[in-house]
């Protein structure tokens, strides 16, 4: 028992001196608020909050469930340089939000990159993985080179952020972006549902707005409401106030039944198209989700939700409408069945095909614009 004792002191001891150590390195850190730094991936920059995506003028006025899914940060991302050996990250969610198909480090987590010098791609550093608690203080990366690099922090997918802070090395520095990338402004806007908000990346990065931001250098605007992408003229609305944006995405198949589509579809199209004649406006179907092949049912109504999709689109087309294009779904996340947490939400495979299946129309679209 005595021995045992010797043990369990002596590990006790172990723990106090890292949790000391670990304090006393926290503070060293000097805090920066990430406010005062460029963020991308908001439509407008005037929203009920810094990390939100709606403005409060909504507020009432959108159905709630949408207004409650703004809080939510998906697709925000803040943008900075710094000398510093190391990154630490402090936040503040909104809540403890947790899902049983996808990890707590996609729903509340933070993703930070950095921009490789030589060929301007970005690389993945770490995540900033999330406490029970809604505040968060993680040291992200140690041991660096005191160089300045460029950074991107990615926001949780699935919770709001309230607050966010950068840490440094005390007498290290921090400071705006020298480099436009992705570039900001003219930005592409994508509207639909869970899949588009980030369900089920592993992690904030690997949704696929933010592939895709990267890949093009391009900044994206993440408007995916779990659940709700079901052609609310408020959101329209929304989105046409964007400034120069490049391009409009509709990918809202997955929560609209195809009477929904019928109703709505072209006068959501519509107005987007008024307040932006030259912009170009993709639609999306619904993807072969790998249940299909056994539920009938539900694979009944998805051909139904693709037909009444493509039938608005041929109908544009026969009206005279240019710059719209229709990009089809049955090979969208491949053959194999591989690419879903759940039958329906993406995996980070199933996000990298979605964002490689896309991108030759997105692409095209771009060179029209």
Known sequence: MKALSRILSSAFLSLAVFASAFAQEASKAVYYDAAQF????????????????????????IRKPVWDLAHHSSGISVRFRSNSSSIRLRWVSFGVHTMNHMTDTGTRGLDLYSQDPKDG????????????????????????????REYI????????????????????VIDQPAIDSPRKGSPIVMYGSSILQGGCANRPGMAFTNILS??????????????????????????????DPAVFVLDNV???????IDEKEEKFFRILR???????????????????????????????????????????????????????????LGLDNE???????????????????????????????
């Open 339 to 369: 690419a879903t947490v759940d039958g329906t939400h993406f995996t980070d495979l199933g996000m990298v095909r979605y964002t490689e299946y896309v991108l030759p129309t997105l692409r095209k679209a771009l060179k029209k614009r």
């Open 38 to 61: 460029p963020i991308y991936g908001k439509a407008i920059a005037n929203t009920s909050a810094t990390y939100e995506r709606l403005p409060a003028s909504l507020e009432g006025v």
């Open 274 to 332: 008024d307040a932006h004649p030259d912009v170009p406006v993709v639609f999306v179907e619904d993807p072969n989700y790998p249940h299909l092949l056994f539920d009938k049912k539900r694979a009944a109504d998805v051909q139904a939700r693709n037909a009444s999709m493509k039938a608005v689109y041929e109908k544009l087309k026969k009206a005279g409408e240019k710059k719209i294009y229709y990009i089809k779904g049955d090979k969208m």
């Open 254 to 260: 997955p929560n609209s039944g195809h009477e929904l």
């Open 121 to 148: 791609s970005w690389k993945f550093v770490k995540s900033a993985r999330p406490a029970k608690d809604t505040l968060n203080d993680q040291l992200i990366i140690s041991n660096m080179d005191p160089v300045m």
């Open 214 to 243: 990267r890949v093009l250098d391009r900044e994206v605007v993440n408007l995916g409401f779990s659940g709700n992408a079901l052609l609310d003229f408020e959101i329209a609305d929304y989105m046409a106030q964007v400034k």
């Open 153 to 172: 922090v990615y926001l949780s997918l699935y919770e709001g952020v309230k607050k966010l802070e950068i840490g440094i090395d005390e007498g290290s």
